[in-house]
């Protein structure tokens, strides 16, 4: 089945800086979207991205379908930015694959 | 915008009870998934349903099983809980389209088994 990798697996930063979070998948896909999930484990969806490049507001995504990764930027980053983020890929039937996570976390 | 309701926050069973989790979407999504998540492991896919009465295996069914009878609802049956079956549990649906397939989650139940 599809291998899904994200890097890296921890991420402390100060309020303010900048952040760019990768996501490697073994093979290709037509779905791929990103969550961030909530101290309190609500899980958010961020944006579906197959290819190309989106953006909301200090948020944007790009995914590389050809060369099989995808990245997440978060500028001026917030203590409320602080979570796990997910990427996860489209399988057979809708299902989604997700990978490990990564956690960051914003200081004030 | 789409809302998936988890029927409770926090649960505490005793093993060998029978426990029911609720889910409930509001917005005519075909796909239903149930998701657990623990540390170390990710979100690991339970079960899903693509439409009512129809329901898939996923990576880790064992002890588990579902049930759709309405279009909105999708429940998560544990037959008969174990402690290793404390986790995180997560809820979520799409659509079937290509064109939309985002994937909304509920707020998540933390179930524990004593």
């Known amino acids: 089945g599809i291998q899904v990798e994200q890097s890296p697996p921890d991420l402390i930063l100060q309020e303010g800086a900048n952040s760019t979070l990768r996501c490697n998948f073994s093979?290709?896909?037509?779905?791929l979207q990103w969550f961030h999930q909530n101290p309190w484990g609500q899980l958010i969806n961020l944006f579906y991205i197959p290819s190309g490049t989106k953006q909301n507001g200090r948020l944007s995504a790009t995914t590389v379908a050809t060369e099989r990764y995808s990245l997440l930027y978060i500028s001026s980053s917030q203590t409320t930015d602080s979570g796990v983020y997910f990427c996860?890929?489209?399988?057979?039937?809708?299902?989604?694959?997700f990978g490990q996570g990564t956690e960051l976390s914003v200081k004030p | 915008d789409v809302k998936v309701t988890q029927s409770s926050r926090y649960l505490v069973k005793r093993t060998g009870e029978k426990v029911f989790l609720e889910c409930v979407q509001d917005m005519d999504h075909e796909n239903m998934f149930w998701y657990r998540q623990d540390p170390g492991l990710g979100l690991r896919l339970i079960y899903f349903?693509?439409?009512?009465?129809?329901?898939e295996k996923g990576d880790i069914p064992e002890g588990y099983s579902v049930s759709r009878e309405k279009k909105e609802r999708f429940s998560l049956i544990l037959e008969s809980a174990s402690t290793n079956q404390t986790s995180m549990y997560l809820c979520?649906?799409?659509?079937?389209?290509?064109?939309?397939?985002?994937?909304?989650f509920g707020q998540g139940t933390r179930l524990t088994v004593v």
């Open positions: 349903s693509y439409d009512v009465k129809m329901k």
């Open positions: 979520a649906s799409s659509l079937f389209r290509v064109e939309d397939p985002r994937a909304f």
């Open positions: 996860a890929v489209g399988g057979s039937g809708g299902k989604l694959i």
């Open positions: 093979d290709s896909v037509n779905n």
